[in-house]
């Protein structure tokens, strides 16, 4: 018994392992492959179902129907043989040449005529013509030939045997089955042609996709896009919609690639001065012995203020290579109070520029989500950018205000203004109006404020203030919506 256990334990684990391996193999298989193994599968069992169902009908109405002609050959033979003796027997049963063969056969077998009887007689016979058995049906094989047999009572001591063939109705069966079997096989060979047509047409966008994403990682060429179908609003499929949302997904990739490559060309080309001059003062230094004093304290004051430029620019550098700000250095901030700081440091780094700051008394209460350093810097940059463009004593004015939700700052200057071609760039990286080339500066502080703006939801714009100067309008979402 334990043997058989242990043999019933091996045989569980080993159809156990054959369906993981089969599991396996299908995993392996492409998705294709795979989809339309499950839709051959699919129509092919319905077909097959069809067919066998259909079968079994075909099958059960041909036997019905030969019950039924037997049902009236008896009606007909009792009527018929009602008053005969007993043995009699009616058609050539011998060749089974007439259409039904009768006889009768007696409840007691004593009472059986001299002749032998041509359909056999059992005990269930007798019990029918006893009367103690209902009528059967039941199958026989008569002069070489299958014949069906109905046993049913004739009288009180008698029963009534009526015998046809039934060869032709198992000829009619196999040839359902045979015809059956014929649609079933062309249904499987059909489902599989379905199958791969599905699979095929279902997964053209999947595989185009596939195919695009391939191109790019050989190619590195982000601009390749999957071609869509014509659009249809509202009827696109899940499929079609994937394909759509890689599209954009490249789109964003394409953009981020170039700003990128921008990025990098535009830093090199910004270094590229810098660096030079700061080689050029430290191979002067190295032979400060040649020098006098005040040539040595000339580079030494190039060189610290070189140094100090490519500092800054390579902070400016990483500071917008961030795209958004961490998330756990996200507090409430009172704006006006980081305002209020961002114009003292302007004041004390543009000694001979007036500040003049405006903040409306709803303004003092209004908190926005963000990080201070960030918004510090933004607000730094702005008005580093206004104080620079300002002269004549003329004062950069600063005002803040809640409108609308948000917490607005405006910042203007009353310097010679944003020309029209210059507008649409003032906040690009390393874009520098004709008017701003003589001016210090690596041309990265509008863009980095525009860029810590979008990162905290806000709105930055740059646009022509009345009476001349420029005018830099920032809206931050007030937290709360307060």
Same mark, same amino acid.
């Given at each position: ?31 294709? &492959? ?54 009699? $027997?009616?058609?050539?049963?011998? =060749? ?22 041509? @359909? ?16 059967? =049906? ?12 109905? &046993? ?7 029963? @009534?045997?009526?015998?046809? +063939? ?72 899940? $499929? &079609? +919609? ?29 270094? +590229? ?6 080689? &050029? ?26 140094? +100090?430029? #490519? /500092? ?16 756990? *250095? ?5 704006? /006006? ?21 405006? #903040? ?14 960030? @918004? ?5 940059? *702005? ?6 463009? /300002?002269?004549?004593?003329?004062? #950069?004015?600063?005002?803040?205000? $809640? ?21 649409? =760039? ?34 930055? /714009? ?21």
């Amino acid at each position: 018994m334990a043997g058989g256990a242990r043999g019933a334990a091996g045989s569980t684990r080993g159809s156990a392992g054959g369906r993981r391996r089969h599991a396996r193999w299908l995993r392996r298989r492409p998705l294709r &492959t795979r989809l339309t193994l499950a839709a051959s599968c699919a129509v092919a069992a319905v077909a097959v179902g069809v067919c066998a169902a259909a079968f079994l009908v075909i099958r059960h109405q041909l036997l019905h129907q030969l019950d039924l002609h037997l049902a009236q050959s008896a009606r007909l033979a009792a009527q018929q043989y009602q008053p005969e003796p007993l043995g009699v $027997v009616q058609g050539e049963c011998r =060749y089974l040449a007439a259409p039904a063969c009768a006889q009768l056969v007696p409840a007691r077998a004593g009472d059986d005529p001299a002749k032998p009887y041509l @359909l056999p007689v059992t005990a269930a016979t007798r019990e029918v013509a006893a009367g103690e058995h209902g009528a059967f =049906y039941s199958e026989t094989r008569l002069a070489g030939h299958r014949a069906r047999l109905l &046993t049913t009572p004739l009288d009180d001591d008698r029963a @009534l045997q009526v015998a046809v +063939r039934s060869d032709t109705v198992d000829r009619g069966v196999r040839q359902a089955a045979w015809l059956l079997g014929a649609v079933g096989a062309a249904g499987v060979v059909l489902a599989g042609a379905l199958g791969s047509w599905v699979s095929r047409t279902g997964l053209a966008p999947v595989t185009r996709l596939t195919a695009t994403a391939e191109r790019i990682s050989r190619t590195r060429d982000t601009r390749h896009r999957i071609e869509l179908p014509p659009e249809r609003p509202g009827r696109e499929d899940e $499929v &079609t +919609r994937l394909a759509a949302s890689f599209n954009v997904m490249l789109d964003a990739l394409e953009q981020s690639v170039s700003a990128q490559r921008r990025l990098v060309a535009d830093a090199s080309h910004e270094l +590229r001065t810098p660096l030079t001059a700061l080689r &050029t003062n430290a191979e002067l230094l190295g032979r400060a012995d040649r020098l006098s004093d005040a040539q040595r304290e000339r580079a030494t004051g190039a060189l610290t203020r070189q140094l +100090r430029e #490519v /500092t800054t620019l390579v902070n400016d550098l990483i500071e917008l290579a961030r795209d958004e700000e961490p998330s756990p *250095l996200i507090e409430d901030v009172h704006l /006006t109070s980081v305002l209020t700081h961002a114009v003292e440091a302007a004041r004390d780094h543009w000694p001979a520029v007036p500040f003049s700051l405006s #903040v409306a008394p709803e303004a003092h209460h209004a908190m926005v989500a963000g990080v201070p350093a960030r @918004l510090s810097r933004l607000l730094s940059s *702005l008005l580093d950018n206004a104080a620079k463009f /300002t002269s004549d004593g003329r004062p #950069v004015e600063v005002t803040c205000t $809640v409108s609308g939700g948000s917490l607005e700052v405006l910042i203007r200057d009353h310097g010679p203004g944003i020309a029209d071609e210059d507008l649409p =760039y003032v906040f690009d990286r390393f874009y520098r109006a004709r008017a701003a080339r003589a001016l210090p500066g690596s041309g990265l502080g509008l863009a980095m404020a525009r860029q810590i703006a979008r990162a905290h939801d806000a709105e930055l /714009t740059a646009e022509h203030a009345p009476g001349g100067g420029a005018l830099f309008r920032l809206r931050v979402p007030v937290d709360g919506g307060a």
